[in-house]
């Protein structure tokens, strides 16, 4: 699975790195994989500063200062809430972009609505960005990569049409 995503990290590594820009990063259903993606690239110190699995409410409140109203203008599971994420996580990292997804892998759907295989993403810095992905299937392990991939190359949008 780590090989089928290091391609879309790599092409991000190359713009972060040709700029001197970092990058944070506040998953859920994706589980790590956007990180360890990131991570698994050489030379990754220059531009990955840090992340965070937040799976739940709970662990927001790990973070400094962290309210409950600075996610409650959107529910969980959309581009809202995503683009929310982004910006906390850029903040409080203190980087140069900020990105984060949320959603439901599967097998089943989560406790807002949404299917197994719906997940937001979105991108925080000098491009905003936000998309929902759909995958239709059930199959958490498949959806945890699609997810993960997406949001790559949600990143590797927002840099390229920095330019």
């Not at 820009?21 to 500063?49: D, N």
């Amino acid at each position: 699975m780590m090989r089928d995503l290091l391609p879309y990290a790599e092409k991000v590594a190359v713009f972060l790195k040709a700029r001197n820009e970092t990058v944070a990063v506040a998953e859920s259903s994706a589980g790590g994989l956007i990180a360890a993606a990131l991570l698994a690239v050489p030379g990754a110190s220059a531009y990955f500063i840090g992340g965070a699995v937040v799976y739940t409410r709970q662990a927001w409140h790990a973070f400094r200062d962290f309210r409950d109203d600075m996610l409650a203008a959107a529910r969980p599971a959309t581009e809202a809430q995503a683009l929310l994420r982004a910006r906390i996580i850029r903040e409080r990292f203190a980087t140069d972009w900020g990105i984060a997804e949320t959603g439901a892998a599967g097998p089943t759907g989560n406790r807002y609505g949404d299917p197994a295989g719906h997940t937001c993403i979105a991108v925080s810095g000098q491009v905003e960005r936000a998309i929902t992905l759909e995958t239709g299937a059930t199959d958490r392990v498949a959806n945890m990569r699609a997810f993960a991939a997406a949001t790559l190359e949600l990143l590797a949008e927002c840099l390229n049409a920095k330019k």
